[in-house]
């Protein structure tokens, strides 16, 4: 069951669902395996209309990585998708006592019904980037010109909401940039050369909770502890990897609530974090 919980992992996903879902419905999560990876993970093609979530294997032991030495402390970037939401207060709040920056991939939308916390988001000098204005696949997987609008359409809102031009150039394909509805990696180009001649970088993730993915849990374990075996699974997967991306969902409570257990964790280990517009290309999986 643990081999075939890995395969399923790998069934690419960002997370993103329908423009139309709302909090907690399935998002999928990709995280691509490493080469020297067994080839029961291979990932499989995510179905154009509604995408799946990739549950990740269940590890028998935790990891029992020493602290990295000082002088070669790496960095890991906390990307926050689909806010901000009504939960997004509590995470800021735990973000600001631990003093950590991240990045929030923020739905245009939700910027809208969600005012406060976008300009929050904003003013505690968190990155405010984009995850497109509608996050509906039958929009903005039209075209690259389709998506681009959305994407211009999502600038807008942010200027409108906080103020000014809080929006950084950084983006992250809803459903990730692998998704059958942008033509997988060989339809993507396209998108991102089109959002190259825009300024923008792409970046998808190698590190998750699975927290869009509940029907992955087939140990029954419970939520919080499913997500935690989750990104030990994965950061089993990249912890040697350059740049480690990890993705949460600040609209799943239980996400919020696992958060400084995985701070801990990734500070012990020796990690430093950074926002995303530190990295100079696009990341895609």
Same mark, same amino acid.
């Given at each position: 069951m643990?081999?075939?919980f890995a395969a399923l992992f790998l069934a690419l996903a960002c997370f993103a669902a329908l423009g139309a879902c709302k909090p907690h419905e399935s998002i999928? #999560?990709? #995280?691509?395996?490493? !080469?020297? @990876? =067994? @080839?029961? @993970? #291979?990932? !499989?093609e995510v179905p154009t209309e509604v995408p799946t979530e990739a549950p990740t294997e269940v590890p028998t032991e935790e990891p !029992?990585?020493?602290?990295? $030495?000082?002088? !070669?402390?790496?960095r890991v970037y906390l990307t926050v998708d689909d806010g901000p939401w009504e939960h997004t207060g509590e995470l800021l709040d735990i973000l600001a006592a631990y003093g950590?920056? @991240?990045?929030?991939?923020?739905? +245009?939308?939700?910027?809208?019904?969600? =005012?406060?916390?976008?300009?929050?988001i904003a003013e505690e000098g968190h990155?405010?980037?984009?995850h497109t204005m509608s996050h509906d696949f039958n929009i903005i997987y039209k075209s690259p010109e389709a998506f681009v609008k959305d994407v211009d359409e999502w600038r807008a809102q942010v200027i409108a909401t906080v103020g000014y031009d809080a929006g950084a150039y950084v983006y992250r394909f809803p459903g990730g940039s692998n998704n059958s509805s942008v033509g997988g990696r060989a339809g993507r180009g396209a998108y991102v050369e089109a959002m190259h001649e825009k +300024?923008?970088?792409?970046?998808?993730? $190698?590190?998750?909770? $699975?927290?869009?993915?509940?029907? +992955? $849990?087939?140990?029954h374990l419970p939520v919080s502890e499913y997500f935690w075996q989750s990104y030990l699974e994965t950061y089993s997967w990249y912890k040697d990897k350059d =740049?480690?991306?990890?993705?949460?969902?600040?609209? #799943?409570?239980?996400?919020i609530e696992l958060l400084p257990r995985i701070l801990d964790d990734l500070i012990a280990k020796g990690f430093d974090f950074g926002t995303c517009d530190e990295l100079t290309e696009d990341y895609l999986m």
């Open positions: 643990i081999k075939r999928p #999560v990709e #995280v691509e395996i490493p !080469t020297d @990876a =067994p @080839a029961s @993970a #291979v990932p !499989t !029992t990585d020493p602290p990295l $030495n000082p002088s !070669t402390k790496r950590i920056k @991240a990045t929030f991939f923020t739905i +245009g939308r939700s910027i809208k019904s969600h =005012p406060a916390e976008a300009k929050r990155l405010l980037a984009c +300024g923008y970088i792409a970046m998808d993730w $190698n590190l998750a909770t $699975n927290d869009k993915w509940l029907a +992955g $849990n087939t140990e =740049p480690l991306i990890l993705i949460i969902h600040d609209t #799943v409570p239980e996400s």
